[in-house]
């Protein structure tokens, strides 16, 4: 008998949501898909919901019956403070509303390490370190965080903070030897934040078992993630294919790499 | 000649506001007003400009040819999560963006105790404590505090997060024996974070020289803050006119006190 | 009207205990004394108890009807192991079951520095620092600190924990001018113990304002203890009559002084 | 040739203990056995001791002739606390009384989880965490850990604190997933503990090499514990046949489980 | 009767060493004044040397019969690497020698905040920062400290390294106003590392009781020094007649101030 | 295509430099060996260089046209001070002059366990300990850390400080079950410091994957330093033919092993 009932997953068809999908079955009866895009055909333990989490109530309504809400919908990529307002914020607070009102009782989160991205790589900042988001994308990191914290404080609505590194299909270049994610330890990290018998608030870094580590999980011992795959395979192909980066550059100086080099959003415009 | 040349001072109508206009009035040979109140005549050396820093282009024009600002705008209550989405996030961001855009080399933020106030009363929390906020309205400070170190971090506005703990004509609980700050000591405290040499992001707590000390500022001595104002004075008159509290009740347990204790905005409607 | 209604305080006998017959009697209708000694007359708002806290029946009977024990009963000397089991540990222990039996909330215990005496004086040992008892006598003061936080964990009775320096009329030595806590100091610590809205378990260290400080209470500010005396008026006279200390002297080299250097307690007999 | 001449190791009857008895065999020339209950026929390099070690003499004795002490004999279930009064506390003080007055070197001692056990489970205590015992039962191990302290400090005698977790054959429960020590690491752990070249006094965690972990040995590398089993393979079938916990119960949410969720003993009675 | 026989005093000469010729004149029967420089008519109680410190054997022989050494000598500038090979680093090593051969018990030592002088103002580095020397001369700086680390440890010379921040007749800009150390304060700093009863090898930053402070002395309470002037009194004055500094510029940014700014000392010639 | 295009390694016909030699080949166009003594032929890709760092101009020279720099020469044992003076502390500032001058933009330094080496085992080091060498070889090494901290500080040259516990053929005693670091473990860290994106100034300690470890790299993590080798083989071996050490021997108490507890070189002459 799986663990839950009815676990809720937004943003199901995006990259990492389609690998939880299908990773997250086996726990649980249900598992509700949520997404602004097409989920393509329910399975049988599938219910699957298309919509928009700025839509307050449809958003409200999406937890019912639920007993945990796996929330990975958003952009990963910068946007403007106006976006964010109209868009990331609202969908955020309609989660921990909706599990507050519903009452779902842990809520694992698809943070980023651009909640933290300014610190810089030699400072190896653990799960305790203090937010310096690096791009407005990091803020709606922050504030979810914050939010979050409150929820438990006050509400007592459980949650995990997974700050994911750089979850891609294969380590793509020099910085992702420490901070590359594999979609199967993605999975192994949203399972061991569900299943923790006891989280709180809790934080935890995202990266696979690699040689390097510019963050660390040595207070987040508890949650019980071990990852088992390593972009240690593809170091010498990318350093063969990659130029030697400049140590002072913002990107390679700080664990938020490029995002943290970034003009801002309303520049490009 | 004074150190500054104009300094934008928001929320200038309100409590704190009416007490910093005159205080911080030698600082800056102009002194911009700006609240969404009336302001009164203009002083001399006064400028005043009646607007809702929630009109972007407004806000931002209101720091052109300013060398500070001092922003204390807001609303010292909770408030619903719609209310601070359309309110005062927005802005938080048009006045380090009227920063960014208008070269304003640094922010003073009236930021406040609710950013932290679920920590706990004998924890004695310092400046490099988590977020831990108790309200939405402290959620407004932990957001806008990432925002000002986004903001330092990327654009290299300085900023100092003043945490006012409790800011009124004179203590009025037992609480308030730690966390009362005289208008006096408030003024000191935003001339100290106007002075400092050099405060990239710094944050610091807004208490007098009380005999209780439920936070520290043990790594903030470099804004050089030294109260003059004490609430020991009326320590015996509190004690005698209220009962003892009960130490497990939510709002004597944490710093944050009576806000940490309220329940959700939209439960009371 | 005072704030208590009826104190416990035991030891009431003792050098200390006499100032605080004194000093505490503003703050509670009734102060109930008692010690193993005589009390001599009971005054308009005293009541007395002449018992010996290792007899469990009574020492239990001795907290009823009070809202706060201060348990400065004990003995300031080094002891055998069969002297602290059959009196020490047992006197504390029905101390804290009185308390949870009788629903008394606060406890202040006098513990010690040497509870932590082993500690080199370069370290400055904060309220946060390990267990490093340096005597018998120590360790019924690390047993006690450790119930009382068992009692509060688990039982919900608050206590602060007074690791007392060096409470005598005057400082007598080097060690005592970082050290030495005056009787008036004494009296204001265990008045700011009682007072503080919120203790939890607390540990605070008693000396008073001495320009050398060997101990730190830099996480005990929501106590609101300021001392008012300083041994620092003794210094000149202290060091004219005392010999330079040999710094890699037991006695020298850690904050427990002369404790430390002790034989053991079977040796002498 | 073995390391040790002669060990002794008290609770030699017991489970642990008679694991130790076989396991430490090669490690010594002579395992002298001692414990209340019978301890069968002494094997070629075996002497047994059948005696309580509240009985001082006996107890003092019993060490003689030894070069280490491995004190495993107690009731790991809550007593009383004039149990622990009359019985461990005194078996403690022999136990190290023993190794003063004899000589011997060095004490690794059975300590427990229980001594810290009120620490939340996400705070992931560390060998230097502050004791927060759950129990009489972990107010005898603090106990013993500052009378070790001081045996240390003043006597020089060394000693390791294994904070046993839960050793049993299995891990029985979701909460052993972290907590579970197996025999063969329990083994490991004191051998570990008996060999490393310097120890002053250590403090160590004793688990398993677990998924989860909600203590950790980041400060105790010295000692080279490296465990070799793993609760892991049991985690599908706990989780199966195992409710979901809630997060919020005592003995889910601190790290001493179930015996920080018991009542007073005399309660029972 | 004064507290030490025979302190040695070197650069005696030196703008420090004046004041502390007089300052340090009542604590010892006699005072060695040793200087390259002519030190004038010895008084009554003094002994005067000229020579220069990098001459090994008279360097050594100049400690002969004291029991306390206070090392002012030193060039306060920037110096090429060959200079201090040539000389500084000698001079030190001499000075320690003699402490060791001579049996001189403690030697306190002008070392400058220039040891740590990169660390950033906002972040308060306390005396257990990591060295961050700013100069070639701060690097003589930190030697001096390791090597005195290594006398206390290894040959049980004790040591009080005072990391003299702006020792001038007056504050002179707005660094000053956390960094002044008035002469006075300065004497005051000796008199407390000589009589602290015990000191190992200890740290401490030498500033008056100025507001601001960028450097803290939370961990040298045991020293015992209490500054009696400020420079608070000149910050007006001070800000009237200097420009705003820019918060990016290296001087301004990091505690060491100008020196951090210098460039390579072989670039200027 | 190899990373660098010259990288200079000095001590190249040491212990250590020889492996290095074999090593590092594959991650340079060139590499520049330099010793004081013969060097052998030269292979295809290899330049040699026989000269004393000590030459100013030559050492300086050296580093023409090198990307990076891999310092190693040095004599692995006690020296008298006038001999450090001469020779260690000139070569060590003579190489990085020639990183400044030559555009050199990192240096990996053969820094040692000895620069911290009279922390105790059971304080377990980390990278951010203090300072506390062991002997006057100690003392070039923590000279030369802060040189590199003030290189990189000021001048932009990135260094790692590889703080080399014990590189030898094999373990040959019980203090190197945890300090041992196998040559080909060297090799490996060698290149984690050289590839690592960024380094700044870093430390981080050598030794391989052994059960045991007295010092800590928690803080090291983003250099990605993964040891394949171990002691642990060898303990069974090591335990049998070296008897239990003395645990308050100096020794045996803290890192630093047997040089701690060397004398003054000076006495040996």
Known sequence: MPEFRRILLTGAAGSLGSHLRRGLAPLADTLRLLDMNPLGAAAANEETLQLDLSDREAAIAASRDCDAIVHFAGHPREQTFEEILADTLPASYHIFEGAR?????????????????????????????????????????????????????????????????????????????????????????????????????????????????????????????????????????????????????????????GFAATGHPDDAA
């Open 101 to 257: 009102l519903n009452g779902v009782k842990r809520v694992i989160y698809a943070s980023s390490i651009h909640a933290v991205g300014f610190h810089p790589v030699e400072a190896v900042p653990d799960t305790r370190a203090q937010h310096r988001p690096d791009t407005f994308y990091g803020l709606t990191k922050t504030f979810t965080e914050d939010l979050a914290s409150l929820y438990w404080d006050k509400y007592g609505v459980e949650s995990v903070m997974l700050r994911i590194c750089s979850c891609f299909p294969e380590p793509a270049d020099r910085r992702m030897l420490w901070s590359w994610l594999s979609f199967a330890d993605c999975v192994r990290l949203v399972e061991s934040a569900l299943l923790a018998p006891r989280v709180g608030f809790s934080v935890i870094y995202g990266t696979s078992a690699n040689a390097a580590a510019a963050v660390s999980n040595a207070h987040a011992g508890h949650l019980g993630f071990v990852p088992q795959d390593s972009a240690d395979g593809h170091a010498a192909a990318i350093l063969a294919r990659t130029p030697r980066p400049d140590p002072e550059a913002v990107g390679t100086r700080v664990v938020g790499g």
